[in-house]
């Protein structure tokens, strides 16, 4: 039977059994261990009640940078710019009023546009990242279980902009789907310059996202009760609408905001799917601040956008709330076979105790 020696460490104190290696020696891991804990010793450090505040410290800089951001956009667009003298007029809320006024409705078709191509995307990622998730938890294979994992993570490992023009290549002129449709149905699509274009492109990435945020949750599902209610005679739907997707819910929300989010804040894919003709809001406030100069106007469009943003993510989190069940109420029918059982009970009891007196009288008399 192998013994493990306790050794010391570097410090020259008693050690804990350090695995050894071929040689006989403690493995390389442990030692280097070791060294750092003896250097710590050497060096007095000692952990404080300050230690904690300080481990924190750049998460709360961070912090501080945005909100600072943030705060003075939302400062910036509620001042007018003078184009003119090209310098911050006074407090106004007349780039609001440009945005949203019927002279110009472009802007406004813009975010529009935003809103509606991310709520497809988010939607179709969603319908498909479920069965997907589902079939990759439930391999048997450890191996294909990888592989399939390494697959969803392929679109993650290149640019962004890098995906967009692959998808160019592929829509365009004389990409692959053209050529296709041509040789089926004789005439080449222009999809580029399309939303269709860019709901491909986006794609890419949000249905491999969605599927990595639902794999934890799904892993949650015991297999035992989808084989329960499959014996019970429950079919794969009934399955599917009672066990799997109640329970996988909180994790389908997470996906659904993550992809939302991201879909309203993306910026290369449209740019090169789009051809300039189909701009994402990102793309706007872009062309305002850069193009235009206007910083003034570009700041309350992203105002705008972050309002939007965060009144649909908490819709979307609203919606895929856990509801707690409510106990129900006892059905008439079975307060009153209860009150009738109680009564028969009742009833029975007291002609068996009145036989059990009339008979011991009886008996004594006998």
């Given at each position: ?10 410090a ?20 280097a261990v ?14 404080t009640?300050?230690?904690p505040?300080l481990?924190v ?19 910036v667009?509620?001042?007018a710019?003078d184009s003119?003298?090209a ?5 106004s ?16 078709q813009t ?6 191509v991310s709520?497809?995307v ?8 479920v ?7 439930r ?15 392929v679109?993650?490992l290149?640019?962004?902009s890098?995906?967009?023009?692959a998808?160019?290549?592929?829509l ?13 149905s004789?005439?080449?699509?222009s999809l ?6 860019i ?8 249905v491999?996202l ?19 209610a ?6 794969p739907?009934a399955v ?11 994790s ?27 701009p ?6 872009q062309?305002i601040f850069?193009?235009e100069g ?14 939007v943003?965060?009144?649909?993510v ?5 919606g ?8 129900r109420?006892?059905?008439?029918a ?21 036989t ?10 006998a």
């Open positions: 039977m192998a013994q493990v020696v306790l050794g010391n460490d570097v020259g104190r008693p050690g804990r059994a350090d695995p050894p290696d071929q040689s006989g020696r403690p493995a390389m891991g442990w030692r070791d060294g750092l804990v003896a250097l710590r010793r050497r060096l007095h450090v000692r952990r009640a300050a230690v505040y481990q410290a750049p998460a709360v800089l961070l912090g501080a940078v945005l909100a600072y951001g943030l705060g003075y956009m939302v400062y667009s509620f001042h710019y003119f003298l310098e911050q007029g006074p407090f809320t007349s780039e609001y009023a440009r945005l949203f006024s019927s002279a110009n409705t472009s802007y406004l975010l529009v546009r935003t809103l509606v709520v497809i988010t939607a179709v990622s969603a319908l498909l990242a069965p997907t998730a589902h079939v990759i938890v391999m048997r294979s450890r191996f294909l279980r990888s592989l399939a994992i390494f697959l969803l993570l679109p993650f290149m640019g962004e890098i995906r967009a023009f998808w160019l290549l592929i365009g002129t004389n990409g692959a789907v053209p050529w296709i449709v041509h040789g089926v004789g005439h080449s699509p580029l310059g399309s939303t269709w274009s709901t491909l492109g986006l794609l890419q990435t949000e491999p969605a599927v990595l945020v639902l794999i934890p949750g799904m892993r949650k599902i015991p297999p035992d009760l989808e084989l329960a499959q014996t019970l005679g429950a079919r739907p599917w609408r009672r066990i799997i997707l109640p329970l996988v819910r909180p389908l929300g997470a996906a659904c905001v993550l992809v939302f989010a991201l879909c309203m804040t993306e910026f290369a894919v449209p740019s090169a799917l789009g051809l300039g003709a189909t994402f809001v990102a793309n706007s406030v062309s850069f193009s206007n910083i003034y106007f570009g700041a309350a469009f992203s105002v705008v956008l972050i309002l943003v965060v009144a649909a908490g819709l979307i989190l609203l895929f709330r856990t509801r707690r069940p409510r106990p109420p006892p059905k008439r079975a307060a009153t076979a209860t009150a009738t059982t109680a009564v028969t009970a009742a009833t029975t009891t007291t002609a068996v105790t009145a059990a007196a009339a008979v011991g009288p009886a008996e004594g008399t």
